[in-house]
């Protein structure tokens, strides 16, 4: 098991900015890829950004607003999220891949955090 907790999450309004970190604990991840899901009310789960050792992906609906990153050494990935708007409002979970493949399917993760709650008002 890789114990992941996500933090940074909270109420913002539109166009303001916010940045989500996921620490690992347990093993190091610096050769796993990871991701960032979203589930908005009554939506599903959706891809967001991913990084591996290699590179990373970025989902068309945030692209140039957000950017996702890793910090090896704290064993922990970032997302920062600019340019927010209401449609961004989710719980926003991160997730680990133990293969180290970057993936957009949630469901090729190994590991989840618990989620953390973004809600931007308009």
């Known amino acids: 098991q890789v114990p992941l907790v996500e933090s940074g999450g909270g109420l913002v309004q539109a166009g303001g900015s916010l940045r989500l970190s996921c620490a690992a604990s347990?093993?190091?991840?610096?050769?796993?890829?990871m991701g960032w899901f979203r589930q908005g009310p009554g939506k599903e789960r959706e891809f967001v950004a991913a990084i591996s050792t290699s590179g990373g992906a970025i989902a068309e609906s945030v692209k140039g607003r957000f950017a996702i990153s890793r910090d090896d050494a704290k064993n922990t990935v970032y997302l920062q999220m600019n340019s927010l708007k209401s449609e961004d409002t989710a719980v926003y979970y991160c997730a680990a891949r133990r293969n180290g493949v970057l993936s957009w399917i949630w469901t090729e993760y190994d590991y989840w955090g618990q989620g953390t709650q973004v809600t931007v008002s308009s």
């Open positions: 347990g093993r190091t991840i610096s050769s796993y890829a």
